[in-house]
């Protein structure tokens, strides 16, 4: 059974610094890919970064366009463990993170993120 358990949320204050880590346990299909979402009080969970493929096939790590020089993310697929690195915070980065994780042919194909965690609490004050 596959786990992912996202850790390192807290709060801080304007301008302070997060590292999130999504740890997944259990997996044993092919390479994994992972992403970042996050769900601020009273919106819906929206994606914010994660592996992305291009129309020709290729893959990066994408950032949403206006988180892009604040948040960073990477992957380690020795330890399936993803991090999402968070500078400069603003009190409208507060808000539950949520690490979701799949194989990467899986993301290939356009599916839903088969493994989610339950979710990390920021909170950024002014």
């Known amino acids: 059974q596959v786990h992912v358990v996202e850790s390192g949320g807290g709060s801080v204050q304007t301008g302070g610094s997060l590292r999130l880590s999504c740890a997944v346990s259990?997996?044993?299909?092919?390479?994994?890919?992972m992403s970042w979402w996050r769900q601020a009080p009273g919106h819906e969970r929206e994606s914010i970064a994660g592996?992305?493929?291009?129309?020709?096939?290729?893959?990066?790590?994408h950032v949403a366009d206006y988180l892009q020089g604040r948040f960073t993310i990477s992957l380690d697929n020795s330890k399936n463990t993803g991090y999402l690195q968070m500078d400069r915070l603003k009190p409208e980065d507060t808000a539950i993170y949520y690490c979701?994780?799949?194989?990467?042919?899986?993301?290939?194909?356009?599916?839903?993120?088969?493994?989610w965690g339950q979710g990390t609490q920021v909170t950024v004050s002014s």
């Open positions: 979701a994780a799949d194989s990467c042919e899986a993301v290939l194909r356009g599916t839903d993120w088969a493994y």
């Open positions: 259990g997996y044993t299909d092919s390479e994994l890919c």
């Open positions: 592996t992305v493929y291009t129309f020709y096939g290729g893959r990066s790590m």
